[in-house]
């Protein structure tokens, strides 16, 4: 079996879960566990809890951690938990023809989710959603008391972080007010960007993916 793994690469606040959850209607797999929703994100944030705690210690490893403008990439070649992470995957999506990964710390680990994936014979396709950096910096004000100049710092070196690494990759950049405004557009651009049959499943979950697409996620 060929599996198709989805990485959404993206700064937080960017409409990561937005995107995200409209995968999940799709039938794009998600795991097991998900992050359970909160004040911040109520209607879920659709990150893999299992993987969100191994993203946590590898950051942790690095001395480092998601709202570090001094990280360092360098620091990945010496962290130590390579065989958890690949066991998770596997464990999580062995049975799966396509999966999607999402956690906004993607875009500061991506060579190590390169490098497991890679392994596991997992093919890599990447969505960047991302969003007007005076937005997200508002929104990571208002939830988390992060000055405006550090969130718009933090936005410009998650996304150039994500656009680099996904360079060599079948990729598509979707811009999170589209996706909110013209979802059915934006799913057929993800499904000829990625060469995957995802308006079928569109036009059978329309009226649930409008309901669900709302700003504020």
Known sequence: MTQTCILVLGMHRSGTSALTGV??????YLGTTLMKANFANEKGYFENDKLFKVNEALLSQC?????????????????EEMDTLKAIIKQEFEFSNIFAIKDPRLA??????KKV?????VSIR?????????????????????SMEKGMLLWAFY?????KYSREYDRVFIDFNALIQYPQKSIATISQ??????????????????EFLEPNL
């Open 23 to 28: 995968l999940n209607l799709l039938d794009v």
């Open 63 to 79: 001395d480092s951690s998601w709202d570090d403008v001094f990280y360092n990439e360098e620091k990945l070649q010496h962290v």
């Open 108 to 113: 500061l680990l991506f060579p190590i989710y």
């Open 117 to 121: 994936l890679e392994e596991l014979n």
């Open 126 to 146: 990447i969505i960047l959603p991302y969003r007007n950096p005076v937005e997200v910096a508002s929104s990571l004000n208002k939830r988390d008391g992060i």
């Open 159 to 163: 996304f150039l972080l994500a656009e």
């Open 193 to 210: 960007r990625l060469n995957l049959d995802l308006s079928t499943k569109y036009a059978q979950n329309r009226e649930k993916i409008e």
